[in-house]
């Protein structure tokens, strides 16, 4: 795999696989990472609600994932964990997320994770999909590829 010119858009699947080779997979351990550092992050708020945030707990999780998410995606178009397994995401026009991208597709990420048939939607559409968009990929056009290889 070699560098892809955003210029040309999404890297075709079919002649340029190397940048969707094992996404999914890379993609469910980048959650995995990702669930575990907004829960760490979470539990530290507690103290600074007099852990009076223990009666709201899931609304804490839920506006700290929001808001990483969000940041991570803005700022270097992955998360944490996905920079961890070296996977970002694009738009259609294969670049990188700016602030609307990361703020849409956080949206999108938090409506699916909060109905479970869209979340199977979503997972489904990860397997069996040439480019493993998942539903929010499919809606906004982006795709979670392999970073590329300097030139």
Same mark, same amino acid.
Request: zero cysteines; aromatic letters at 12%.
């Given at each position: 795999?070699?560098?892809?010119?955003? &210029?040309?858009? /999404?890297?075709?699947? !079919?002649? !340029? +696989? !190397? =940048?969707? #080779? !094992?996404? #999914?997979?890379?993609?469910?351990? +980048?959650? $995995?990472?990702?669930?575990? /550092?907004?829960?760490?992050?979470?539990? *530290? @708020? *507690?103290?600074?609600?007099?852990?009076?945030?223990?009666?709201?707990?899931?609304?804490?999780?839920?506006?700290?994932? =929001?808001?990483?998410?969000?940041?991570? *995606? #803005?700022?270097?178009? +992955? @998360?944490?964990?996905?920079?961890?397994?070296?996977?970002?995401?694009?738009? #259609?026009?294969?670049?990188? =997320?700016? /602030?609307?991208? &990361? *703020?849409?597709?956080?949206?999108?990420?938090? &409506?699916?994770?909060?109905?479970?048939?869209?979340?199977?939607?979503?997972?489904? $559409?990860?397997?069996?999909?040439?480019?493993?968009?998942? %539903?929010?990929?499919?809606? %906004?056009? @982006? +795709?979670?590829?392999?970073?590329?290889? &300097?030139?």
């Amino acid at each position: 795999m070699t560098f892809h010119d955003p &210029a040309l858009g /999404l890297p075709d699947p !079919d002649r !340029d +696989a !190397d =940048f969707y #080779a !094992d996404v #999914a997979t890379k993609r469910f351990f +980048a959650w $995995l990472i990702d669930v575990l /550092l907004i829960g760490l992050i979470s539990v *530290l @708020t *507690l103290p600074f609600t007099l852990f009076l945030g223990l009666f709201f707990f899931p609304l804490i999780w839920i506006t700290v994932g =929001f808001l990483y998410r969000t940041a991570s *995606l #803005a700022n270097r178009s +992955a @998360t944490p964990g996905m920079r961890v397994m070296s996977i970002e995401f694009r738009t #259609a026009r294969g670049e990188t =997320f700016d /602030l609307t991208a &990361a *703020l849409l597709h956080t949206i999108g990420y938090t &409506a699916s994770m909060t109905v479970f048939p869209l979340q199977l939607v979503s997972v489904v $559409l990860m397997l069996t999909t040439s480019r493993g968009q998942g %539903l929010t990929d499919h809606l %906004l056009g @982006t +795709a979670a590829i392999n970073r590329a290889a &300097a030139s």
